[in-house]
């Protein structure tokens, strides 16, 4: 492939992200383990009705790891977690929104995962790989990082937040061979 051919993949790349209903900037890091929205995705097998059922859904982290065990057993802990967390701290979505994705299937409009919320805000101030990626924090102490002025203004929401420290707690640190060279340092 030419350099100059770069550019236009990349574009068609993300168009058909963007027209699968993942984010493009996701799919752009299918090393880091999936977050909570792609892990409700694989237990609803992309069914609009029983996607939009469970954005208008109520539950405890607990509930909803029981939720899940029933409905895909074959997940991992980590995977189950990580789907509880989102769904506890995110769900119920308004009637609206969940109208329009049981209408559309389209859970870009399901509130950004953990993963998402990382790979959206983390990497453009320092390394994504020594700043995030190897980072071992628990839940607060992740939390505890929006503490420091220069992540006080980064423009998330306090569930947002939240979300971003339940993934991270759960899934990072990532193993040092898990990342591909071209992102480490």
Known sequence: MRRN???ATAAFAALICVAAGVRSEE????????G??????????GDPKALAEAALRKASATDWAEWARTREP????????????YAALNF???????????????????????????IAQCQF?????????????DETS??????????????????ERNT???????????????VPPELRF
């Open 164 to 178: 971003f420290a339940h993934y991270s707690a759960i899934n990072m640190p990532l193993k040092f061979t898990d």
């Open 74 to 85: 074959a997940l991992s802990d980590a995977a189950r977690d990580t789907f509880a967390g």
């Open 5 to 7: 051919d770069l550019p």
């Open 125 to 137: 101030c320092h390394s994504f790989f020594t700043g995030y990626l190897m980072q071992d924090r």
């Open 27 to 34: 799919a752009a890091y299918p090393f880091m383990p999936p």
């Open 142 to 159: 992740w939390r505890g990082t929006f503490k420091a002025p220069f992540h006080a203004e980064i423009p998330m929401t306090e569930a």
């Open 36 to 45: 909570g929205r792609t892990i409700l995705l694989e237990i609803v097998g």
């Open 92 to 118: 119920p979505v308004a009637t609206d929104v969940a109208t329009a994705i049981g209408e559309t299937g389209d859970a870009a409009r399901l509130p950004r995962d953990g993963k998402d919320l990382a």
